[in-house]
């Protein structure tokens, strides 16, 4: 049996996305920006569902930093001009919110 397990921090890029499907499951969409070595940055797609997507819609926004565990996934589709697409991303099983970084007050 194959392992297929990822642990991440990051930082949003953008405010999360937040959708319901038609069953009424909360899916939240969001990029990651993860810092690594060299300063090379790496941006991944996550989505969360459930209570963990609204909570992260909710309270977080561009710049906070998250962490995340989860697991690979990918899709492929094809597009009305029949172009084919391949995304890979990670799918969240738990996302926790990591302090703010506290801002010098304006004086």
Do not use: C
């Not at 038609?22 to 090379?40: E, P, Q, V, W, Y």
């Not at 459930?50 to 930093?65: F, I, L, R």
């Amino acid at each position: 049996m194959d392992i297929n397990s990822v642990n991440v921090t990051g930082r949003l890029t953008a405010d999360p996305q937040l959708r319901y499907t038609n069953d009424h499951t909360a899916a939240a969409s969001f990029r990651l920006a993860i810092g690594g070595r060299n300063d090379r940055t790496d941006f991944v797609g996550v989505t969360a569902w459930g209570k963990p997507a609204e909570a992260v819609a909710e309270h977080k926004s561009k710049g906070d930093q998250i962490a995340v565990t989860g697991r690979i996934t990918s899709s492929d589709w094809t597009d009305d001009r029949g172009q084919r697409h391949y995304r890979t991303g990670i799918t969240a099983e738990l996302v926790v919110f990591l302090a703010r970084v506290k801002q010098p007050a304006a004086s």
